[in-house]
């Protein structure tokens, strides 16, 4: 009886330890699948000092042209016809100075205009009269001569008085502040009641109809790009992406801190749904330079890439199990979106710039192909 109640005993030990193996198995299984579909998905890039095959830079879309409307005189705001969105036509009135001092002055030239053209009116009869009387004999040359330096005289007062007016109306013009082309107004800077001052803006016109990317090139690429180069721009405010023309090159970065200004025309057809002000992205297609091969031996790597921890400076690469390994290096010098590694990867080493999920050392990671 014992002998069977032992065996019995035995056999339901056996059976229980079977289970839990074959459940231990499964859970591994699971947990292995589970960890692989679990990897993030990164895309990785390699580092050369050979030239981009492309420029990647950024910029805004701005009107092709925008002018701040301002005075050229001293006065209160006596009113503004239009308000920040308005579309307005060219030669249309905008805002207004207060004349009164200068339509003072236009009153006080008109009298001297006056004046001066009558004595111009007398001075001009008494040389007639004279030079008759001296062809009759009637009157010296002293006289002649003197009636003639009076007449001289009145003509240039009346001529003055003229230009003085001319001036005036000029001044007067400028309390009038008309829009040079038909636009959008984008700022009102000023209110009625305040004083303008000369070279002050009150508002802010952009032209409507185009517009183009405003970018900064970096120095080291600034010599591959050619004006009238093909320009893919990316606006992501809009989720849009445009073929635009490089149609202006500077030629100095004295006054913008070391970046040449690049303009990129957007054409009219692709221009439904942009505003002023949008960030863009902008990839400029160029051809490596052998020159630039010989010269310029950095590993750039894009800024976004960098991971920072206290004084330490690092970026994520891919271990030889697949996983994230974040690698401690040495930066040098910024261009434009790119960052220059002095130590700790090398050009041929891959890296990783971007992941569908957060990164972590020893994560499990996925090369996007």
Request: net charge neutral.
């Amino acid at each position: 009886m014992n002998s069977v109640y032992i065996s019995k005993t035995i056999a339901t030990i056996c059976a229980g330890l079977g289970l839990l193996l074959s459940s231990c198995s499964s859970h591994e299984n699971t947990d292995n699948k589970t960890s692989a579909d679990a990897a993030i998905v990164v895309t990785v890039a390699t580092p050369s000092s050979e030239g981009q095959p492309e420029v990647n830079i950024s910029g805004q879309v701005e009107a092709e042209e925008i002018a701040g409307i301002s005075t050229r005189v001293m006065g209160y705001i006596t009113k503004i016809n239009v308000k920040v969105g308005d579309k307005v036509s060219k030669g249309q009135l905008l805002a207004t100075i207060s004349n009164q001092d200068i339509l003072a002055k236009r009153g006080q030239t008109d009298a001297m205009i006056t004046e001066a053209d009558a004595a111009y009116r007398n001075a001009q009869k008494d040389l007639e009269r004279f030079t008759n009387l001296y062809r009759q004999q009637s009157a010296s040359a002293k006289e002649l001569e003197n009636v003639s330096l009076q007449y001289t005289s009145a003509k240039s007062r009346l001529e003055s008085a003229k230009q003085m007016r001319n001036e005036v109306n000029a001044t007067l013009n400028y309390t009038s502040l008309i829009a040079p082309f038909s636009g959008v107004v984008t700022q009102k800077l000023a209110d009625v009641g305040n004083m303008a001052n000369p070279g002050m803006p009150i508002l802010t016109l952009e032209q409507s109809g185009s517009y183009q990317v405003s970018a900064a090139v970096p120095e080291n690429a600034i010599s591959r790009i050619r004006q009238g180069s093909v320009a893919i721009i990316s606006i992501s405010a809009v989720n849009k992406t445009i073929k635009g023309t490089i149609t202006q090159i500077s030629q100095s970065s004295q006054f913008s801190g070391g970046q040449y200004i690049i303009k990129v025309q957007i054409p009219d057809h692709e221009k439904e749904g942009l505003f002023a002000g949008m960030y863009a992205n902008v990839s400029i297609p160029v051809a490596s330079s052998v020159a630039s091969v010989v010269k310029n031996d950095q590993v750039m790597v894009p800024l976004s890439c960098i991971e920072h921890k206290d004084a330490l400076t690092g970026l994520y690469t891919v271990g030889n199990n697949n996983t994230a390994l974040l690698r401690w290096v040495r930066l040098g010098k910024v261009e434009g979106d790119q960052v220059e590694v002095l130590s700790g990867l090398a050009a041929n080493e891959q890296f990783i710039v971007n992941a569908e999920g957060r990164l972590f050392n020893g994560a499990a990671v996925q090369i996007k192909k």
